[in-house]
């Protein structure tokens, strides 16, 4: 099998391609990929806990400090005590960054409007359904492997 056959290869193909277009386009607002990411996934009005952030965007924790502290020093996040939780910190949007996070939006708004023109409706549900079963298959692959390990 050839390597373009696999669809590891066509996955990390379209991230990489993905992943340029995005850095381009965010780079003039001193963003990248990573941070605009963060940036969608904090809850605008409540903010989110630093711990469920991590799982929500796949990052491991030593990653996502090291992102919350450049997106903290640029002022685009804060920092403030979970009144819900005492050892938990909310990560909540500042002015600048839900400004910032608009441009992200808009930015994956605009390429999903444009894959839409391009693509019929069949293609979209099917790529999908593929996309998830990809993701079930390497969840199932994860606990088999941890199974293993012990």
Partial sequence: ??????????????????SKMYNEQVAQ???TVAMGFALLNIDIKKGT???SLGPKMGMESTSLSRLLNSLEKQGLIS???NPNDGRSVLIKLTHEGLKMRNYSRQ????FNHQVLTEV?????RGFFK?????SEVVETHRALETIKMT
Avoid: H
């Fill in 1 to 18: 099998m050839k390597p373009q056959e696999t669809f590891d290869f066509q996955i990390r193909k379209s991230w990489i391609a993905l």
């Fill in 79 to 81: 920092r403030e005590s």
């Fill in 29 to 31: 607002y001193g963003l």
């Fill in 49 to 51: 806990p630093s711990t």
């Fill in 130 to 134: 593929v996309m998830s079963r990809v």
């Fill in 120 to 124: 019929t409706e069949e293609e979209v």
């Fill in 107 to 110: 930015a994956v708004l605009d």
